[in-house]
């Protein structure tokens, strides 16, 4: 079941594994105290989905030293990566996150990072986890709601590219919105105990530069081809406002875990 990322089918899919391995590291300091904060803990099963170069699965794996870690793709390019760190206690699978390939629940915690919001049926996909989580096992999800994304002072053809981002999403199966609708949608397949936040990022000149070379290149191919054009000019405006003592960024990230019952 495909949905808004497609790793294979991108043109120079090497240059985005680079950008996909640093968005990756973003704000890594405080992910241990993440897991521990919605109730991971060690001596556990813990799987990552949507694992790619395995960079959050090699961290979980160090903050949890007695536990077994496996990190699943859809994408062997990308699993190449990560399985130069595979070890005794961490492994790497390919597989679709719709029809996992673990018996029923073997894993005691379940990680997700800007998974959900490509998904074009995150229900499907909750139950497929729920399926193999333990009773009493966390899921945490992390995504954006692009939506919660803000630039000052914004440029006038930001506001145009940003929402043609969002139809493109919309078209391809994701959405672009899900942050705000992942604790509704534990809720609705029956997990119990949500703990959900907003994480507030502000971010200056140098964090605009970050996302126009790592991020908005890619999110210009969901734009149709006609307002490509346009797309490359919002992202010149807002690689100018970089430049700029005024340029601040400010974003929420959504992070939501639940037990299942």
């Known amino acids: 079941m495909r ?7 991108l043109d120079g ?3 985005e ?14 992910f241990p105290t993440l897991l521990k904060a919605h109730g991971f803990k060690d001596e556990s099963n813990i799987l990552e989905v949507g694992c790619g170069q395995g960079i959050r699965s090699k961290i979980i794996s160090h903050t949890f030293p007695k536990s077994q870690v496996t990190g699943i793709d859809r994408s062997p390019e990308l699993l190449s990566f990560a399985l130069k760190n595979k070890t005794d206690r961490l492994d790497f699978l390919d597989g679709d996150l719709y029809d996992l390939p673990f018996p029923d629940e073997c894993f005691d915690f379940i990680y997700a990072r800007l998974v959900f919001m490509h998904l074009s ?5 909750l139950r497929s986890l729920l399926r193999v989580l333990k009773k009493g096992g966390r899921i945490l999800i992390e ?15 930001f506001k145009g590219f940003w929402e043609k981002v969002q139809e493109g999403q919309r078209r391809l199966g ?9 604790a ?17 990022i502000t971010g200056t000149g140098e964090d605009i530069d970050f996302l126009v070379r790592t991020l908005l290149p890619s999110l210009n191919l969901y734009l149709a081809p006609e307002d490509r054009v346009a797309g490359l000019m919002a992202m010149d405006d807002l690689k100018a406002l970089a430049t700029t003592p005024e340029a601040s960024f400010y ?3 959504f992070r939501v875990s639940g037990q299942k019952s």
């Open 143 to 157: 995504d954006a709601d692009r939506d919660c994304m803000f630039f000052e002072p914004a440029p006038a053809s």
């Open 184 to 200: 509704s949608l534990m809720k609705s397949v029956g997990m119990e105990n949500i703990n959900a936040d907003t994480l507030p």
């Open 121 to 125: 049926d995150p229900l499907k996909a």
């Open 17 to 30: 594994a680079s950008f996909l391995a640093q968005r990756a590291l973003m704000r890594i300091d405080g």
């Open 3 to 9: 949905g808004s990322y497609q790793f294979e089918c």
């Open 13 to 15: 899919r090497m240059v």
């Open 174 to 182: 994701g959405d672009p919105n899900v942050g705000r609708k992942i």
């Open 251 to 253: 974003h929420f990230w």
